[in-house]
């Protein structure tokens, strides 16, 4: 791909996957470093998670999706490396620097409906009212990569068939098509950032369906030893999304959850007269839906002081973490992992 700005300017060369979504997501970043006065390259690349088809959680593998694009740091193949934050492994590795978040996008899940599907309720869609799940008749046939997905939608709908499906945005909407499943279970971020809005579907509430942590935000990493990658990279940095996402990902690393555990969190900042506070909502449950925890707290976070914002992100994930596993969520986590 050519240098997309003067020849002059600085270069970056940027890892990402070669999916569709994937390339869009190197593209925006790309475009954002270019408006900042970067030239940069698109490194296309093939992740372990793009040819292993086998349900995620029988890979028992982490970093799946992320490993490949981190090693095209290592080997300066690259410079920046773009990835799906809710792909990206929670255990610290000095080698590397999550240099930005960027701007969040949707965090909901969508349950999508094929073309031709007779139980899509375009105008229950439009005015956004009722569960998604009330379009499908029993027994209906449900896909989704996600142990966190199956828990939750199984305790909406126990009489729901939820089928593992695998492959990028086009192969699963492929599927859907061919009559696999009645409808698949999509992140909105995807669609929204595809441009697949007139696909038939419906979002599903945040009290119906916690997202991932992190979901629909990026992660922009670098070398920790390339400084100059830092700073340019650092410009795109979103603070209230970092702040969520830090917290969400704290819970994750501190109940040593992984991709196999379904664990979904959202956090949030809400301004008042009184201030600014992190508010944190997350959940731990069985893979058949029947045991759930929950736990929400909040806490105060000073917008001036970046530093003393993400130490209060972080004690928020750990307060939150803690009261989830004194309620039991690790004998959750460990019969899931055990079960797989």
């Known amino acids: 791909m050519a240098p997309t700005s003067s020849s002059d300017a600085p ?14 997501q190197a593209e925006h970043v790309a475009e954002s470093l270019k408006n900042r006065g970067f030239q940069t390259v698109i490194v296309p690349l093939v992740s372990k998670g793009d040819t292993d088809m086998r349900p995620i959680d ?19 193949e690259a410079d920046v490396a773009v990835h ?23 965090v909901l899940d969508a349950l999508v409906f094929a073309d031709n599907s007779p139980h899509w309720n375009a105008s229950s869609s439009a005015s956004g009212s009722g569960s998604p799940l009330a379009c499908l008749p029993q027994g209906s046939r449900v896909g989704t990569g996600s ?26 909407l492929a599927k859907l098509n061919a009559g696999e499943f009645d409808a698949i279970v999509l992140a909105h971020a995807g669609i929204l950032r595809l441009e697949m809005t007139r696909l038939p579907h ?67 900042l809400d301004t008042s007269d009184q201030g600014t506070e992190l508010c944190l909502n997350a959940i731990v449950m069985s893979a058949d839906g029947n045991e759930r925890l929950q ?29 989830l596993r004194a309620n039991g969520a690790d004998h959750l986590i460990r019969t899931v992992r055990d079960d797989s």
């Open 147 to 172: 142990t966190r997905r199956l828990a939750q939608l199984k305790q909406l709908r126990p009489d729901l068939e939820v089928l593992p499906i695998r492959g990028n945005v086009q192969t699963r």
């Open 58 to 76: 029988g890979t028992r593998q982490v970093g799946l999706f992320t490993k490949r694009i981190q090693q095209a740091l290592v080997d300066d």
């Open 11 to 24: 270069r970056l060369r940027i890892a990402t996957r070669e999916s569709p979504l994937a390339m869009w």
């Open 295 to 323: 736990e929400q707290a909040r806490v105060a976070v000073t917008p001036d002081d970046a530093d003393l914002e993400v130490a209060a992100a972080h004690q928020l994930g750990t307060l939150v973490a803690d009261r």
């Open 202 to 268: 419906q979002l599903f509430p945040l009290d119906e369906m916690l997202p991932a942590p992190g979901q629909g935000a990026l992660g922009i990493e670098v070398r920790s030893d390339n400084p100059n990658a830092l700073r340019a990279v650092s410009r795109l940095n979103d603070a209230a999304a970092r702040l969520a996402a830090t917290a969400e990902r704290k819970v994750l690393s501190e109940l040593h959850g992984g991709c196999l555990a379904p664990i979904a969190c959202h956090a949030h």
């Open 84 to 106: 799906s934050l809710k792909d990206l492994p929670t255990e610290p590795d000095n080698r590397f620097a999550l240099a930005a978040v960027p701007p969040r996008e949707s």
